[in-house]
T-cell receptor, first 112, second 112 residues
Framework: KQEVTQIPAALSVPEGENLVLNCSFT??????LQWFRQDPGKGLTSLLL?????REQTSGRLNASLDKSSGRSTLYIAASQPGDSATYLC???????????FGKGTKLSVKP | DAGITQSPRHKVTETGTPVTLRCHQT?????MYWYRQDPGHGLRLIHY???????DKGEVSDGYSVSRSKTEDFLLTLESATSSQTSVYFC???????????FGSGTRLTVV
């Protein structure tokens, strides 16, 4: 069974820092990997989708990479801002139907 | 999120009563999913659908049933609600990884 682990569980940084959130998974036979953001009491907002044939995606200050052979994905946030404070979730779509697993998230706090 | 709505947004019900949550999409996506989100457990898949009248179980399906009579609607039913089913329920849609997954805003269900 696929397991998805996100480290660290929580992270607090001063504004302006560059930071990396990590996601590891046990089964390299994944189809897609997607990063979401969730604000308290809210739904999930898609940030980046990396399809199986891709190695990275970029959107603004965000860059996500995928290394299936090592079972890892990273989300890089450049020049962090207080508005980036949220929980970031890694979502793994496996090769078989219904094999859809979330990590438990990294709670990010960016201090002004 | 645009194209997917969940109703109701909030519901309080008594133990033992039936409850139905509705997910409606306007994107004509083939796949629809129900997740629950709980502290310490993250998001877990309850049931999913891969077409009209085609459904399957996810990781935590006990106590839940689903129905999909139309492409646009996916219903989640708690036949006899229990306090352990107090949670936030999210619906999601996809087209088998083409554009990733889109989530609704969630339904907060409290069983007293």
């Amino acid at each position: 069974k696929q397991e998805v682990t996100q480290i660290p569980a929580a992270l607090s940084v001063p504004e302006g820092e560059n930071l990396v959130l990590n996601c590891s998974f046990t089964d390299s036979a994944i189809y897609n990997l997607q990063w979401f953001r969730q604000d308290p009491g809210k739904g999930l907002t898609s940030l980046l989708l990396i399809q199986s044939s891709q190695r990275e995606q970029t959107s603004g200050r965000l860059n996500a990479s995928l290394d299936k052979s090592s079972g890892r994905s990273t989300l890089y946030i450049a020049a962090s801002q207080p508005g980036d404070s949220a929980t970031y979730l890694c979502f793994n779509e496996g090769g078989s139907q219904g094999n859809l697993i979330f990590g438990k998230g990294t709670k990010l706090s960016v201090k002004p | 999120d645009a194209g997917i709505t969940q109703s109701p947004r909030h519901k309080v019900t008594e133990t033992g009563t039936p409850v139905t949550l509705r997910c409606h999409q306007t994107e004509n996506h083939r796949y629809m999913y129900w997740y629950r989100q709980d502290p310490g457990h993250g998001l877990r898949l309850i049931h999913y659908s891969y077409g009209v009248k085609d459904t399957d179980k996810g990781e935590v399906s006990d106590g839940y049933s689903v129905s999909r009579s139309k492409t646009e609607d996916f219903l989640l039913t708690l036949e006899s609600a229990t306090s352990s089913q107090t949670s936030v329920y999210f619906c999601a849609i996809s087209e088998q990884g083409k554009n990733g997954y889109t989530f609704g805003s969630g339904t907060r269900l409290t069983v007293v």
